[in-house]
């Protein structure tokens, strides 16, 4: 026990707990200051007609919104992601499991399927 009559486990843990504290808050800090803050002022700035050059910014609400929505090339792009994530990530992650499983594998020329496989990182 220690002199004020409480375990000295308690003690410990508390020394713990702040060393934890004071390793976090310059990560916090950090991502505040490089992530949270952007992502808070570029929602801002969607929500205004703002100017590059000049101080002048006007509050427009939704519209800028609206004409997103209405742009072609933006629709395209949206399809082009949804497109990319649904049909060719799933496709290269069949086809990465598959050459992982023949590399694995113990079959005839497997010697040789892994030597032309890995052939090119060696030679780089």
Request: charged share 10%.
């Amino acid at each position: 026990m220690g002199a004020t009559g409480k375990p000295k486990i308690f003690s410990y843990h508390k020394q713990e707990a702040n060393a934890a504290l004071w390793f976090i808050i310059p990560s916090f800090f950090l991502l505040v200051v490089f992530v949270f803050y952007p992502m808070i002022r570029a929602l801002f700035l969607s929500f205004n007609s703002y100017q590059l050059i000049g101080k002048n910014t006007t509050y427009i609400g939704i519209e800028n919104y609206i004409d997103l929505l209405k742009d072609k090339s933006f629709l395209y792009s949206i399809w082009h992601s949804f497109y990319f994530a649904i049909i060719v990530i799933p496709i290269q992650t069949v086809i990465a499991l598959g050459l992982a499983l023949l590399i694995r594998g113990k079959f005839i020329g497997v010697g040789l399927f892994r030597t032309a496989y890995f052939l090119p990182v060696v030679i780089s």
